[in-house]
């Protein structure tokens, strides 16, 4: 009997319109998971791995029209398409639930309809969030056990009359005809309709933890950001925590889980790793900053995963770990392109199909073994570098925040905003080129504010202000700092070699954020004096880390003329004080 009527309604109503065969509430016991594990391999929607050499390891593929985040078909459905902002699709709240509504009509007939109470962040926490999401996939159910915190004790939690997000899910025969992702951000509630890939179903994660809570976040004065948070601990015992935002193929989660490379190895650093996506911070009692991470796993992608560029990811996926859209071995073991393994003679592709190196199709391309896009879903506990903060209620206090992009040629491998406020700007015009590997024009610049253009719930000219807002809260705010591992030389080769030795750079940041360093003022901001970056155990000429800091004022004139187009979209909503930063940055460069 649910005691919280309010949630006993709704469930209801989701039976109603879903007409489900069966209905089974997720308790989040182990012997729950492992029956719903049973059952899905029996049916073939999971396949067991070699559970000797991958203890509790499956593998789940997908369909082939249904393999990544569908930002087309993903709408925010406020009452004004104002409300929605220029960078969101727009569909009114009346005509979402007329959509899904026929899309979720029956569906679920001779089906199973689970219901998962669920917690983003740590339970009684007060930043965290309960949503409760219904679904017909026992895929999706595995996941959420691995991502968040679920069962009865967020039920206990929840009470009887405790706030929810209601998230509707189903499968809906995976007809991407028939595929909608709909944010209803007034009624707290998500559908999802006829998908089956992580991001879309996955509710607790982009949808409520970004999309959501991101609009929450604005109403009641505090962020959710798409952003890692790591500690970084010193000799003494001294942990500082810093959150970083970057675009995709940017190496996040490889940052969020960085290794001390050999040369650094003498100062006695550690990593912890708070989280590697999303990022919940608040202004607390003390004038900082504070964040939790809100999940409780990891949803990486496969390739380009392995021992050089994440030793500590590939150490997390040994165990317990969902596999999805990647490559069966014979020896019913997984591989994926660039991972540690060279390809095996032959095994059953992403999409359950025969495969041998060097296949092609009637195209002439290379058939890949694993998807571009395929993931692994690990707990967060099994990581080697995690931080024991990660389930501690009050989060960590954040010295640094860190926006990246890829760029050849734009900017400096590290510099220091003015103040909050020009760290705001520098966020919100942020941008990262295109490479071969992603869908468009190679060398495209594509803006990513805050690397949040996908993700924001609202208008993003009010999210900027909810930025500046929070700086004014803050006595003692984070310094900001933007990065670039991704400066080439002019025979396109990288000037920085990146990966752990990226610490080298943080180690720069926290040094400014204790005023151990001095900086050289330039029109964007404060870069490092070169003798200040630590390059004990690489080879990097001054020549080349002179080039690293290069400020080319014609390529910045380029970039100017390129953000003015962009600001404008957003009009008179956009905050008077990014108008007066990019009129500042044009000043101070002479234009």
Known sequence: MIK????????????????????????????MRKSLEKQACSTGEIVKLNQKKMPGCVLH???????????????????????????????????AYKKGGEIFAGSM???????????????????????????????????????????????????????????????????????????????????????????????GKKCLALRIASYQAQKEGWMAEHMLILGIEEPNGRIEYIAAAFPSACGKTNLAMLIPPKGLEKKGYKVWTVGDDIAWMRADSDGKLWGINPEWGFFGVAPGTNSKTNLN????????????NVLLKPDKTVWWEDGDEPPPKEGIDWRGSPWRPGMIDDGGNILKGAHPNSRFTAPAMQCPSISYRLEQHHGVPI????????RAHLAPLVYESFSWQHGVYVGATMASERTAAQYGKQGEVRRDPMAMLPFCGYDMAKYFKNWIDMGRKLSSPPKIFHVNWFRQDKK????????????????????????????????????????????????????????????????????????????????????????????????????
């Open 109 to 203: 007939k001779g089906r199973t309809m689970y219901i998962i109470p669920f917690s983003m962040g740590p339970i009684g926490s007060p930043f965290s969030k309960i949503g409760v999401e219904v679904t017909d996939s026992i895929y999706v159910v595995l996941n959420m056990y691995i991502m968040t915190r679920v069962g009865n004790k967020v039920l206990k939690q929840l009470g009887e009359k405790g706030k929810f997000t209601k998230c509707l899910h189903g499968k809906a025969g995976l007809d991407i005809k028939r595929r909608l992702i709909l944010h209803i951000p007034k009624d707290n509630t998500i559908w999802s309709a006829g998908s089956g890939y992580g991001g879309n179903v996955l509710l």
């Open 313 to 324: 990811a590939m150490k997390t996926v040994r165990k317990n770990t969902i596999f999805t």
């Open 492 to 591: 396109g080769e990288f000037l920085w070699p990146g990966y752990g030795e990226n610490l080298r750079v943080l180690e720069w940041i926290l040094k400014r954020c204790n005023n151990d360093v001095k900086a050289h003022k330039t029109p964007i901001g404060y870069v490092p004096y070169l003798e200040d970056i630590d390059r004990t155990g690489i080879k990097l000429s001054k020549d080349k880390l002179k080039d690293l800091f290069l400020i080319d004022s014609k390529e910045w004139s380029r970039e100017l003329k390129d953000l003015e187009k962009f600001l404008s979209q957003f009009g008179n909503n956009l905050p008077k004080e990014i108008k007066r930063e990019y009129s500042a940055l044009k000043k101070r460069f002479g234009f």
């Open 399 to 406: 010295s640094a925040i860190i926006f990246g992009g890829r």
């Open 4 to 31: 919280h009527k309010l949630l006993d309604l709704w469930v209801k109503e989701c039976v109603k319109l879903c007409k489900p065969d069966k209905v089974v509430w997720i308790d989040g016991t182990e012997s």
């Open 61 to 95: 593929r997908t369909a082939l029209n249904d393999v990544a985040r569908t930002e087309n078909l993903t709408f925010i459905c406020t009452p004004t398409k104002k409300d929605a902002g220029p960078t969101n699709n727009w569909m009114s709240p009346k005509e």
